[in-house]
Antibody, heavy 116, light 107 residues
Framework: QVQLVDSGGGVVQPGGSLRLSCTAS????????IHWVRQAPGKGLEWVAL????????YYGDSVKGRFTISRDDSKDTAYLQMNRLRVEDTAVYYC?????????WGQGTLVIVSS | DIQMTQSPSTLSASVGDRVTITCRAS??????LAWYQQRPGKAPALLIY???VLESGVSSRFAGTGSGTDFTLTITSLQPDDFATYYC?????????FGQGTKLEIK
C-alpha cells in the first residue's frame, strides 16, 4: 500500500539547520509531486513547499522562501526539505504528502523544535 | 497570495445531525478546492477534491459544493468518528493555502 515515512526532525537552536526526509513506498514515486505541510503546536495546517514530479518546478510558502529548499532523489524514492536559518516560529510537526488530485497520502509527521 | 477563510471556527453538533462548513477564497479559484479531515494526533486525510469529487473510500455522507470563491462541506448523519477538525485548501495557484480549520465538537 501507499506509504510515506517522514524523518529527520529534532531539536535545533535558532539559526541552525535541519534536513527532513520523506521516504515513499507502494507507488511509482517519480510520477508524483511531493509537498511539505507543517502544523505548529495547537495550530492549523500551513503549506510549506512543493517539488514537481520531474523536479523542474519548486514552490515555497512566503514564510520559508529563501531559507528552505525542497528536493527529491527518485533513485531512493525520497524527498527532502533542507531547512536553514531556522526560527522559533518554525517549530511544528512537518508532514510530507503526495499530490494526486489533492494531498491523498501523508507521512506520519516529524517534529521540529527550534529553541535555545 | 490567496487567503482562505473558513466558518465557523468551531461547530457543536450531535450524532445524527447534518452540518455545513463554509470556505471562502479571497479570489476566484475555479473549482480547485480540497477538503481534509484531521483527527487529534493524526495526519490529515483527503475527503474531497475539485470542490465536489469524493476521494475513493470516503463515505457518501460527505459532500462538497461550490465554485469561484464560495464553497461548502456538508456532513450528513454525523457519526462519532466525524468529530474532528476540517480544513479546506485551494490549489488554483502555487501557494496551496489552507483555511484556518473548523473544529467539529460533540454537543
Amino acid at each position: 500500500q501507499v506509504q510515506l515515512v517522514d524523518s529527520g526532525g529534532g531539536v535545533v537552536q535558532p539559526g541552525g539547520s535541519l534536513r527532513l526526509s520523506c521516504t515513499a513506498s507502494g507507488f511509482t514515486f517519480r510520477r508524483h509531486g511531493i509537498h511539505w505541510v507543517r502544523q505548529a503546536p495547537g495550530k492549523g495546517l500551513e503549506w510549506v513547499a512543493l517539488v514537481s514530479y520531474d523536479e523542474n518546478d519548486k514552490y515555497y510558502g512566503d514564510s520559508v522562501k529563501g531559507r528552505f529548499t525542497i528536493s527529491r532523489d527518485d533513485s531512493k524514492d525520497t524527498a527532502y526539505l533542507q531547512m536553514n536559518r531556522l526560527r522559533v516560529e518554525d517549530t511544528a510537526v512537518y508532514y510530507c504528502a503526495r499530490w494526486e488530485y489533492g494531498l491523498d497520502s501523508w507521512g506520519q509527521g516529524t517534529l521540529v523544535i527550534v529553541s535555545s | 497570495d490567496i487567503q482562505m477563510t473558513q466558518s465557523p471556527s468551531t461547530l457543536s453538533a450531535s450524532v445524527g445531525d447534518r452540518v455545513t462548513i463554509t470556505c471562502r477564497a479571497s479570489q476566484d479559484i475555479n473549482r480547485y478546492l480540497a477538503w481534509y479531515q484531521q483527527r487529534p494526533g493524526k495526519a490529515p486525510a483527503l475527503l474531497i477534491y475539485k470542490a465536489s469529487v469524493l476521494e475513493s473510500g470516503v463515505s457518501s455522507r460527505f459532500a462538497g459544493t461550490g465554485s469561484g470563491t464560495d464553497f461548502t462541506l456538508t456532513i450528513t448523519s454525523l457519526q462519532p468518528d466525524d468529530f474532528a477538525t476540517y480544513y479546506c485548501q485551494q490549489y488554483n495557484t502555487f501557494s496551496y493555502s489552507f483555511g484556518q480549520g473548523t473544529k467539529l465538537e460533540i454537543k
